[in-house]
């Protein structure tokens, strides 16, 4: 509402000169705005509530003079995002309500309680493999604490029996003082523990074996170090076999059976050692059989052969090509291949060492006694020989051969004496082969004698008185009934000679016949 009043210059009112009209205006008082946001606060769940009292004015003021107290409400315990609640009044300087003259927009903050995080490991555990499950039952906290008056109850359900790593798996439930499962206000992280089967240790050797051969199969047998699993069989097959000479392993296959028949050898680390099944080769000495004859022109053989050191295996035999044949006089080895053979006929020969030995095959000369006949002459200057011969052993030529050729060279023509040699003989059989060396010929030498030429040669006597000079005669004459030969010419020293009284031999001191065209001395003939 309001008056209005007209003045004049001099300040005179003058307002009944005026028919005034009035038009009121209005007067408006709007809420004060005001806006409050409550505290926001936040923390890891620890299971007791979460509040915040504090506030702040985002827009707007207060009268001055005025209070705004604000009142928060809000509460979180358990995980999650909730409002803080809040009231806001404005109180004026009389402690009067005025709220209602301010537009006051409610802010609320926020509690928020965050899981809390917890890390949980299960035990670990290991054994060697023994056939029963491997549990672990122990926990540990790797991270984080469960809050004060909270407990953690940890249940492992993991196990293993076979040979391998697996996790030990767990439960893990938080619990409050009221035994009420508060878990869902926990990050629990699971790290699994390790339940670790090792193999179990076996060792199996196959035993190794040696022999000579017998051609039988040699085996061996085996060993177990270390044991099964209780109520666990270890079976063993050993495989291996050696019968011809040779080196091989001693195989074996192996493998582990629980009661219920199964196998399990998956859970052992078995360690094969194999053993060596040897067979050396047999040692025989074989020797073919010696044979002799006298040369007969016919093959001399002998077939026999026979071991002379060691023996052929058992139910096995020699099995001997003789090829050694000899007809000509001479020694050779009686040559000889040689196979063993199995029962079955198979040729084992490889499976022995054998050493060859060689009997001998010997023809001996046929004895031929070859006599040449003998001749006599006395000297006349011409040779003397004679070609004449025979056998004459008990033993001849065989039949069919014959005397090809015979070289009897020995002449003489000087006197003396030599033997009536034969220096060649060839004799060959029905063939014209020349077989002489298969003779042994006797020799049973004629002579050819030449006998000397006798001559009788006297020197002439003389005779004369005393004259103190010798008394020499050179004259001579042959008074034998033989003469040298026409063509030969004898020459006569005489050394007689005599000067005393007296007789003497009027010496003949050397008497020279020679070839009268030559002058060859010939008188030792």
């Excluded at 291996?240 to 998956?266: C, I, L, M």
């Excluded at 060396?437 to 006798?454: D, H, M």
Aim: charged share 20%; aromatic share 8%.
């Amino acid at each position: 509402t309001f008056m209005a009043v007209i003045y004049d210059n001099a300040d005179n009112n003058v307002s009944s000169n005026y028919i005034i009209s009035y038009e009121e205006g209005t007067l408006t008082v709007t809420p004060r705005p005001l806006t409050v946001e409550s505290a926001s606060d936040e923390k890891i769940y620890d299971g007791t509530p979460l509040t915040a009292d504090g506030y702040s004015v985002e827009s707007g003021t207060v009268v001055p003079g005025q209070e705004l107290v604000v009142t928060t409400t809000g509460s979180r315990t358990v995980v999650g995002v909730g409002d803080n609640t809040f009231t806001a009044i404005v109180y004026d300087n009389a402690d009067n309500n005025v709220s209602s003259n301010y537009t006051i927009s409610y802010e609320e903050g926020t509690l928020t309680v965050t899981p809390r995080e917890l890390t949980v490991m299960s035990a670990s555990n290991v054994k060697v493999y023994d056939g029963t499950p491997l549990t672990a039952d122990g926990y540990s906290i790797e991270g984080g604490t469960v809050a004060p008056g909270q407990k953690l109850v940890v249940t492992t359900t993991g196990s293993r029996t076979v040979v391998g790593v697996g996790d030990n798996t767990f439960t893990a439930v938080v619990y409050d003082n009221a035994d009420n499962n508060v878990s869902s206000n926990y990050t629990i992280s699971y790290v699994e523990g390790t339940l670790t089967v090792t193999p179990r240790e076996l060792t199996v050797e196959s035993e190794s074996n040696e022999k000579i051969y017998d051609g039988k199969a040699l085996t061996a047998g085996y060993r177990v170090i270390g044991e099964a699993a209780p109520q666990q069989e270890v079976r063993v097959t050993v495989t291996g076999t050696q019968t011809n000479v040779g080196e091989s392993d001693n195989t074996f296959t192996v493998a582990v059976f629980d009661s219920a028949g199964d196998n399990v050898s998956s859970n052992y680390a078995i360690v094969q050692n194999t053993g060596t099944l040897t067979v050396t080769p047999r040692e025989l000495i074989l020797r073919s059989g010696d044979a002799k004859k006298v040369y007969d022109a016919t093959p001399l053989t002998e077939n026999s052969v026979e071991a002379i050191v060691g023996e052929v295996a058992e139910g096995q035999q020699i099995e001997a090509n003789v090829t050694g044949s000899l007809t000509d006089v001479g020694t050779e080895n009686n040559l000889y291949t040689a196979v063993i053979r199995a029962e079955d006929g198979s040729d084992v020969t490889s499976n022995y060492i054998l050493k060859h030995e060689y009997g001998t095959l010997t023809v001996t000369p046929r004895y031929l006694a070859l006599s040449t006949f003998s001749s006599q002459k006395t000297y006349d200057g011409t040779s003397l020989s004679n070609s004449e011969w025979s056998f004459v052993s008990e033993t001849d030529l065989l039949d069919g051969h014959r005397v090809q050729s015979i070289v009897m060279p020995a002449q003489i023509t000087d006197a003396g004496q030599c033997d009536n040699v034969v220096t060649d003989i060839v004799i060959v059989d029905e063939n014209s082969r020349n077989v002489t060396k298969n003779y042994e010929i006797g020799e049973f030498w004629g002579t050819l004698t030449v006998l000397p030429r006798p001559i009788t040669i006297r020197s002439e006597s003389d005779s004369k008185y005393y004259d103190g000079t010798p008394l020499t005669n050179g004259s001579w004459d042959i008074t034998s009934f033989r003469l040298p030969l026409g063509t030969h010419t004898v020459e006569v020293m005489i050394t007689g000679s005599r000067t005393e009284v007296g007789e003497s031999p009027n010496t003949i001191a050397d008497v020279m016949i020679t070839v009268t065209e030559t002058g060859e001395d010939v008188t030792f003939n």
